[in-house]
């Protein structure tokens, strides 16, 4: 009867977080665009299949994958074997992010956008290979007790420096290859692997400590990226070819049948979107699974309870994606080219800013970190204002990111200013904030967000003259993966500034 309730509250939950979406979709809809869709009530049927599925995924999370993170990382803090823990966390940021859907669609865009001079494989290969670094470190950095904001200044000191080397057909896709590797089931095992590992360690704060792992895997993609794309440029001799708006529009179509075939998530087919979705959990499966049972050589605790949660995730992902299939990916793409015909770029600008707000506070994966830094601050974090917090941030960087598409500016220059904002205002931020600040930025761009916010960003720049998609048409994702890490620091400055101030009233 208990599970009963619960899974009735997470129901309800979810209905609440896709309510920004429906309101967004239903304005723009009726107001602006001024039809009604033609397909209604699939939509209808489909926003409904979400609401279920978050709940599902969510329970899901709470049975199985976050005990079985916590579960290893205590194992291999009690072991103390560091070799086998950094393999360990290697294996995991590789294995689950070369398979990772959202990327496999950018790989395969951005393959045919440059003339297949990028090659979908080994970018997707440079990007997991640099997320297997990057938790491996980000697990180092936790063992020795370094202060998380260290490394990533240090970090975005590099990517600043290696992008005015790198080619500018490289720079955006780069930037949003740090935003598309944490998927909705990594995001949760990775966090709770960190959080496991401070819990074990003596001295550690959870809080403090455990979270950031998230942050490492979405910057080293940046770097590497650029570099995969000095080693290409350099070694090709042709130009690059651009392709007109209309061979892009032709090629991209094609490009979704082939994503859909090696992803099996874009098509409608029942049985193959559960296939796909086991198919891209099943990584991370095989490696706790080996580490489980060949190093550490334990059973795992409460194994029908496990299975039970990973089942749960499987079928709740499934079901979200179907509905998200039904209901908003047609409808949003189809608004996102209708607005860039109509020229009016204000409505471009409101959208963007809506469409990140509404689609963030529905992310799973930010809801799942969310609920992880409430539950490990002891309610000092409130998840729902923090998801406000992370929402607005990626509303404001796309909104930003589509001004940028539409004047022609150059996305290093604002990516660089927002560095350096983050830089400061890291330095007047809690301490307890900045790893869940910096871990914000990539958790908000997953199942939810990555292909309607990619699909406005080549949108605009094939439908505006003088833009070049490889150049122009990437970049919102890292817009969207940029500025919650501004919002939620800011979120930790007044939070800490309302407290002093009650207490002073108190005196």
Request: with cysteine.
């Amino acid at each position: 009867m208990d599970q009963i309730k619960l899974f009735l509250t997470l129901v309800k939950d979810s209905v609440r977080d896709l309510l920004p979406i429906i309101v967004v979709i239903a304005f723009f809809q009726i107001v602006i665009i001024q039809q009604v869709p033609d397909n209604l009530f699939p939509i209808i049927i489909g926003l409904s299949i979400v609401a279920l599925g978050l709940a599902i995924f969510i329970q899901g999370l709470e049975v199985g994958i976050f005990p079985l993170g916590e579960n290893l990382a205590n194992e291999f803090a009690r072991k103390g074997s560091l070799f086998w823990l950094l393999l360990f966390s290697f294996l995991i940021g590789f294995s689950t992010t070369v398979a990772e859907p959202a990327l496999i669609a950018i790989a395969d865009k951005a393959a045919v956008i440059s003339g297949g001079k990028i090659d979908a494989f080994w970018l997707r290969f440079t990007v997991a290979l640099s997320v297997g670094f990057a938790i491996a470190l980000g697990v180092f950095r936790i063992i020795l007790g370094h202060p998380i904001h260290w490394y990533i200044i240090t970090g975005y000191i590099f990517v600043v420096f290696i992008t005015f080397f790198a080619p500018p057909e490289i720079v955006g896709l780069a930037y949003d290859s740090g935003g598309v590797t944490t998927s909705t089931v990594t995001v949760p095992l990775v966090t709770a692997l960190g959080i496991g590992l401070a819990t074990s360690i003596k001295g550690r704060n959870p809080v403090i400590d455990g979270f950031g792992l998230i942050a490492f895997a979405s910057l080293t993609p940046m770097i590497f990226v650029q570099l995969y794309g000095i080693i290409i440029y350099a070694l090709s001799s042709d130009g690059t070819t651009v392709l007109t708006a209309s061979q892009i529009q032709s090629e991209l179509s094609t490009a979704e049948v082939t994503y859909s075939e090696h992803t099996l998530h874009w098509i409608t087919g029942v049985f193959l979107n559960l296939v796909g979705i086991i198919r891209d959990i099943f990584p991370i499966l095989a490696v706790i699974f080996f580490f489980q049972f060949f190093l550490i050589k334990k059973r795992i605790p409460h194994p029908k309870k496990i299975a039970s949660g990973i089942i749960l995730v499987v079928f709740g992902l499934y079901a979200f994606i179907v509905g998200l299939e039904m209901g908003l990916f047609p409808l949003g793409e189809t608004m996102a080219l209708q607005l860039t015909e109509t020229g009016k770029v204000l409505f471009i600008y409101l959208f963007g800013f809506l469409i990140g707000f509404s689609t963030t506070m529905a992310e799973p994966a930010l809801i799942a970190v969310a609920l992880k830094a409430k539950e490990v601050s002891n309610g000092k974090i409130n998840d729902i204002i923090l998801r406000i917090f992370v929402a607005m941030g990626v509303a404001i960087g796309i909104a930003l990111g589509c001004y940028r598409i539409v004047v022609g500016d150059s996305i290093h220059y604002y990516i660089i200013a927002g560095y350096i904002v983050v830089i400061i205002i890291t330095y007047f931020a809690p301490r307890y904030i900045i790893p869940i600040a910096y871990d914000s930025g990539g958790v908000t761009t997953s199942t939810v967000t990555v292909p309607l916010v990619t699909a406005l960003g080549l949108g605009l720049a094939s439908n505006i003259e003088g833009r070049n998609p490889l150049i122009d048409g990437f970049g919102l994702i890292a817009f969207a993966s940029l500025f919650p890490m501004i919002t939620v620091m800011g979120y930790g400055i007044i939070a800490e500034f309302l407290v002093k101030r009650s207490k002073e009233g108190k005196r």
